[in-house]
């Protein structure tokens, strides 16, 4: 079993969003790596992050994702940083990855200014760009297709998906 779609890309994105889109249309399950995480650990990311770590929340995350990869059949959406892993880029070889491209202006907009995203202490916008400044040559390199969210709603990413993958099957 093998997920029909993974769904990669920074916070605000939209991949928990377009991922229930997509699995909806496709009358199959979202999976959500970072909800994975939280259910196993019984709290928030954000906890573990002050609690436990970066470097523990990513051998977590990395945990989740080979686990997922290996047991789910629907849409799965990983973690912005899950990619940052370089055994989990490994993992991705193979699958039909799709990366949810966002810029600056509509990921702080997304995301909001009152946040309990570890990664965005401090000026919301400068860690973004931060963010995504280091993180997208990442993403493009993983992903074996790319859409750009700016300004569409989640139905819209949704179909760009699903026709692309139906003409590539």
């Known amino acids: 079993m093998r997920p029909t779609v993974v769904l990669i890309g920074p916070m605000g994105s939209g991949k928990t969003t377009v991922g229930r889109v997509l699995a909806q249309a496709w009358n199959v399950t979202a999976r959500d790596t970072d909800h994975d995480v939280e259910a196993s650990q019984g709290r928030s990311i954000s906890d573990i992050f002050v609690e436990s770590g970066e470097e523990h929340f990513r051998r977590l995350e990395r945990d989740a994702v080979r686990r997922a990869l290996a047991e789910h059949g629907g849409v799965l959406a990983l973690g912005g940083g899950a990619v940052l892993d370089e055994e989990t880029r490994a993992l991705l070889a193979g699958h039909q990855v799709v990366f949810l491209r966002v810029g600056l ?20 916008r400068s860690r973004v760009k931060a963010l995504l400044d280091e993180r997208t040559p990442i993403y493009e390199a993983v992903a074996t297709f790319s859409v750009d969210t700016d300004g ?8 760009e998906i699903r026709r692309h993958i139906e003409e590539n099957r």
């Open 105 to 124: 202006s509509d990921a702080v907009k997304r995301v909001g200014l009152a946040t309990s995203r570890p990664l965005l202490l401090g000026n919301i």
């Open 152 to 159: 569409r709603n989640p139905d819209e990413v949704a179909d």
